[in-house]
């Protein structure tokens, strides 16, 4: 009896066994791979770094907007662009790229950590991560179109109609973000390391790239916050920021398909864009050695020749591809690293700021030379030589050549931030350093380069009421209405 009473046990224990161990393996079957109950937050931010660049260094956001605003590039036979008509579904798809594929993927990241990471320490470093790249991609939105969502803007359902804030406001709340992100890094701690595209979970360098945004940012508001901005200034600096080309944050491609820049991409079936003569001519005045980086000799003749900017498309289409200087192989190069910051813009930065008086442990000049060698450098110049003989010309040395600070110092920024489109157009709207042209055929839209885009249209149809208050507030929606931080 004590021997059927212990088969029987056996046999019902091996039964809830064998019931329990299938019903571990129907659960198992039926999660689905592709749409996963947790996500991993590594993934999202690969996504969210990869988003930022494929909708801010593409064919549209960069060489249809940003590196013909900054007139670096001319377009070859598609003018409209150049000559400030906007493509309205263009502005449409990438207002939602910026908050939907950036943005909102980089809140998720936050909300992810805040839920499944336990550790405090590597915790706040994935947050802090995250907070940096969402000021680096809401200061490039509001620097294109002014007041915009941003308070409000990434709570879903809680705010499907949010309203538009003052880039008063939101510069003061990115130089907060910015402060406590890098407050906030344990530099002895890991961070994300398999997701991370452009550090590799290396703390101590996001410490620095958020200290040397905050630098960014306070410059920015520099006309129309001088103390605030200073203050800033002094904490970023005694905080650390970039102090070589070594620190710069770049999203690195790779030779092959789908994970190329996406400009190699893009010309492998168009060809679209050329150098433009507003940059050719001024490079080649000054015997720029960076000229022969940016562009390639034009194939009829091996001379460097821009093409002419803003010209209506039967006159573009009319001017041979090999009549003109193209985007040179490095920069068409399909591992061609995209640019969040670098070294030679902190630089120039710190340039500006010993102008304006602030102490940042160097002078103008100093810094201006570290600017215009970091940028040398970064596109495989090393000639010391050569690059003292540059900047050692009175058309360039910094005691000599004639003009404001905000010309010299503008100018040769202009030329750094080459293939950073959107930043160099923000940065001849803000230092007023002259350089560029109106289109050569004249404009299609407004009375003169843009000094922001307008608003997409479905935010005014969609978003009606906080689109109107904030043209109510900020003036009308047209390209010549300035910005807040764009005082002179």
């Not at 907007?65 to 409209?80: D, E, I, K, L, R």
């Not at 996406?262 to 000229?291: G, H, M, Q």
């Not at 192989?329 to 969040?340: E, Q, S």
């Amino acid at each position: 009896m004590r021997n059927i009473l212990r088969s029987s046990s056996l046999f019902a224990l091996a039964l809830v066994l064998a019931l329990g161990s299938c019903k571990k393996a129907f659960d198992e079957m039926n999660i689905d791979p592709n749409n996963p109950s947790q996500v991993n937050p590594e993934w999202v931010l690969t996504a969210a770094q990869r988003n930022m660049m494929e909708y801010t260094w593409d064919e549209w956001a960069n060489g249809r907007f940003g590196m013909v605003y900054a007139q670096y590039w001319a377009q070859n036979q598609y003018t409209s662009e150049s000559r400030y008509q906007l493509r309205e579904g263009v502005n449409n798809n990438y207002w939602a790229h910026y908050y939907v594929d950036c943005l909102a993927n980089l809140q998720e990241i936050i909300n992810l950590a805040e839920v499944q990471t336990t550790d405090e320490d590597l915790k706040n470093n994935q947050i802090a991560v995250a907070r940096v790249l969402k000021v680096w991609m809401f200061q490039l939105v509001t620097d294109i179109y002014g007041n915009v969502p941003y308070f409000n803007a990434l709570k879903g359902q809680e705010a499907t109609n949010p309203e538009y804030d003052s880039q008063d406001a939101i510069y003061t709340d990115l130089l907060k973000e910015l402060t406590e992100a890098s407050n906030q890094i344990n530099v002895v701690k890991g961070g994300y390391t398999t997701g991370d595209i452009i550090y590799g979970g290396d703390m101590g360098q996001w410490k620095k790239f958020a200290n040397s945004l905050k630098l960014r940012v306070a410059m920015r508001i520099a006309d129309v916050k001088p103390a605030e901005a200073q203050t800033a200034v002094a904490e970023a600096v005694n905080a650390g920021v970039f102090t070589s080309n070594a620190d710069d944050a770049l999203f690195a491609y790779t030779t092959a398909a789908p994970n190329n820049n996406p400009i190699n991409e893009n010309r492998k079936t168009r060809e679209d864009f050329a150098v433009s003569n507003t940059l050719v001519d001024y490079l080649d005045s000054l015997s720029d050695p960076r000229l022969a980086e940016y562009a390639a000799p034009a194939s009829a003749t091996s001379t460097y020749v821009g093409m002419t900017y803003g010209l209506s498309e039967a006159n573009a289409t009319a001017v041979s591809m090999g009549a003109v200087s193209q985007p040179s192989a490095k920069v068409l190069a399909a591992d061609h690293p995209a640019v969040f910051m670098t070294y030679a813009e902190v630089c120039f930065l710190l340039a500006e700021a010993a102008e304006r008086g602030h102490a940042v442990g160097g002078t103008a000049t100093s810094y201006y030379n570290n600017g215009i060698t970091a940028s040398m450098n970064y596109w495989g110049i090393t000639d010391g030589t050569a690059i003292n003989n540059f900047i050692g010309q009175t058309a360039v040395d910094y005691a000599q050549t004639s003009g404001s600070w905000r010309e010299k110092i503008g100018r040769q920024k202009w030329v750094a931030l080459y293939m950073q489109g959107i930043q160099g157009w923000t940065e001849w709207r803000r230092l007023d350093f002259g350089m560029l042209q109106l289109p050569a055929d004249g404009v299609l839209v407004g009375t003169g380069i843009p000094l922001r885009r307008t608003y997409p249209s479905d935010e005014q149809t969609l978003n009606s009421d906080s689109y109107s208050s904030a043209v109510s507030t900020q003036g009308a929606d047209e390209l010549s209405t300035k910005l807040w931080w764009d005082a002179n």
